[in-house]
């Protein structure tokens, strides 16, 4: 019959890591959620008209900004219009 290795115990982790300069989260009261909110982004594929990606594309240049930020941006209003939501980040 075979015998068992025996496997020595080392010590837990916790008992080797210094934890005592990481600040007590105990108290949250104040902290306001959301303010961080990044939505996750899907990437799709959609058939634009090219004059509607040129004209995109000049203007995105004339605000510095990608034009595909820019795209984002203005379906991101409309659909905060449409849906009368005022609050900025989520719909």
């Known amino acids: 019959m075979k015998k068992k290795a025996s496997v020595k115990k080392t010590p ?3 008992d080797r890591i210094d934890l005592s300069d990481i600040p007590d989260l105990g108290n949250t009261t104040g902290w306001v959620r959301g303010l961080m909110y990044r939505p996750v ?3 799709v594929s959609i058939r634009l008209p090219a004059p509607d990606i040129a004209a995109a594309q000049k203007l995105a240049r004339q605000k510095g900004i990608p ?4 795209i984002k941006t203005l379906l991101h209003d409309a659909l905060r219009r449409e849906t009368g939501s005022s609050g900025k980040g989520r719909l």
């Open 12 to 14: 837990a982790i916790a």
């Open 41 to 43: 982004l899907k990437p």
């Open 67 to 70: 034009y595909q930020t820019y």
